[in-house]
């Protein structure tokens, strides 16, 4: 299968725990996620551009620091216009960003970024409900 997230050919990297057992890769993690993600796990201030046919966008800080839940690494973050980050996952030579295709046709620079911490991250509460959301709805999922 062909995926459209960013560095999905490489994206072959294990998980360092077993609290999912059917996610083996960020692959499976993105399978799993496009069954979940929803206007309600959106960034508020992109909520009413959500759509199905763009389920990535404004999912990337909870996505990444998920991944990061999994497959341990870092996040890094591209600084965007208006000053926010958009975040993506390093693990050794490995980098993978699991809600790129938002951007559409837009190149993103994968290198020379921020690492990105979730205690910044998620000190704005609604950011941290998101991902707490996101987190239960993949357990329930993986059941």
Not at 54 to 83: E, H, M, P, W
Request: glycine share 6%.
């Amino acid at each position: 299968m062909k995926y459209k997230f960013y560095g999905w050919e490489t994206a072959v990297v294990k998980p360092i725990n077993n609290t999912y057992p059917s996610i083996n890769s960020p692959r499976d993690l993105y399978d799993a996620l496009s069954e979940i993600w929803c206007a309600e796990t959106c960034a508020p201030r992109m909520r009413d551009r959500w759509t199905v046919d763009n389920k990535t966008l404004g999912q990337c800080s909870i996505t990444a620091f998920l991944a990061q839940d999994i497959f341990g690494g870092k996040v890094y973050g591209i600084l965007r216009d208006g000053g926010n980050y958009h975040c993506y996952n390093v693990i050794g030579d490995c980098i993978f960003d699991l809600t790129s295709e938002q951007f559409g046709d837009e190149k993103l620079v994968y290198e020379n970024n921020p690492e990105q911490f979730r205690e910044v991250h998620f000190a704005k509460e609604e950011k941290r409900l998101r991902y707490e959301y996101l987190k239960k709805a993949l357990s329930e999922y993986t059941k």
